[in-house]
């Protein structure tokens, strides 16, 4: 479908269903069919929206109006138009740049952000020769083979995929394949990106070339509050087309983690909902890898994931429902105590019903993404 934007039409692509939308931004030189592999991956359960930006694909190319402001404006009327209330920008390289622009405007609705070895927030000051280089690099199928195989790539790509970066570097618009390496690459937008107040993750190639780990870590990562890296190995630049596998599984698990606790008091309520749905593997979710509990009978303790998995498999057939009320709460850095009071109601073999109550304490701790997870549960409490 095309949607008009405040300056230009912009082309997009839309998949799947479901209340959180994902939103895609490609790289200098790509299009919408760029995240194809990893739209496909993600579609069963989001709503997957991808973009060509102006100057690619179908979208029009109007004869200027690529700052990076340009182009989260028309990311931002895109998600307006389709009315999107929730949520997460994925950008690559030049669309990671722009992701982290509109981030920084605090749009309503947007949930996170995943940069895909993302261009960083500071300016790239190449010398003039190599930036110009850089402006005829997809003039002909030469020139942008070459470029494919010795910079973009560390993992082959299928003949189809290799056919569609070059279709897509050559159908570019004159003004659009030069006002990245000649304008907008140079942009600062350092002091913007501090105002990013939604999770971040920053997926990188190992072997990136352009977009380099330590480039990241030096200009990225410091800029943006609790941003997450995550290294995929062996992988270039084009990982949503070297590893779309990863880069989906990543996205995946990050939309995943947006809805975990982010305070030691949303711990019991996660724990609730997903105990009262009979949905077990998000119960196991709520604990950390190595979690212990001494489950209400006093006696039975399970360590780690399986076991409690195998514990709360047989407690959850009877369909028990639990309400957790918190009593106290003490944080000490990423350790948290709390006193909760819970209440168990369940049918007795008999047909009655059955009512538990008790006081538990519970030790929780916060990783390094913001979310807390129960490492230590004793629902008899202190006797």
């Known amino acids: 479908m095309d949607i008009q934007t405040r300056q230009t039409r912009i082309h997009v692509r839309v998949q799947g269903e479901g209340e959180l939308a994902l939103v895609f931004l490609h790289y200098w030189g790509g299009s919408s069919r760029t995240w194809d592999a990893v739209t496909g991956a993600l579609s069963d359960t989001c709503r997957t929206v991808a973009l060509d930006q102006r100057g690619w694909g179908e979208s029009e190319a109007p004869a200027q109006g690529y700052a990076i402001a340009d182009l989260a404006d028309d990311a931002q009327d895109v998600i307006e138009a389709l009315k999107l209330t929730r949520y997460v920008i994925v950008g690559h390289s030049m669309g990671g740049k722009v992701a982290q622009l509109l981030a920084a405007r605090q749009p309503a609705g947007l949930a996170g952000v995943v940069l895909v070895a993302p261009s960083p927030p500071s300016p790239m000051a190449f010398p003039l020769e190599q930036r110009e280089a850089m402006a005829a690099a997809y003039a002909t199928r030469a020139s942008v083979e070459a470029v494919l195989d010795h910079v973009l790539t560390a993992r082959p790509l299928t003949p189809a995929q290799r056919e569609q970066v070059i279709a897509d570097s050559l159908c570019g618009a004159a003004p659009a394949k030069a006002a990245w390496p000649m304008a907008a690459m140079l942009e600062d937008i350092t002091r913007e990106v501090a105002s990013i107040r939604v999770p971040v993750l920053v997926v990188a190639g190992e072997a990136d070339q352009v977009d380099r ?171």
């Open 213 to 383: 780990l330590d480039t990241l870590q030096r200009e990225l990562l410091p800029r943006i509050a609790g941003a997450r890296l995550q290294v995929l190995p062996g992988t270039g630049h084009l990982s949503p087309l070297e590893a779309p596998a990863e880069v989906a599984a990543a996205v995946r698990a990050f939309v995943a983690g947006l809805d975990a606790p982010r305070s030691p008091e949303q711990v019991p309520v996660a724990f609730d909902a997903a105990f009262n749905a009979g949905d077990l593997d998000r119960l196991i979710g709520v604990f950390s890898e190595h979690a212990t509990m001494r489950m209400a009978d006093g006696t039975t303790v399970a360590h780690g994931r399986e076991a409690l998995r195998a514990a709360f498999a047989r407690l959850l057939e009877t369909k028990p429902q639990i309400r957790n009320d918190v009593r106290l709460t003490l944080v000490s850095d990423d350790l948290a105590l709390v006193l909760l009071d819970w209440t168990t109601t369940a049918t007795a073999p008999d047909g009655q019903p059955l009512t538990q109550r008790g006081t538990a304490t519970q030790v929780m701790t916060r990783d390094a993404a913001g979310i807390w997870t129960l490492r230590i549960s004793n629902p008899p409490g202190v006797q």
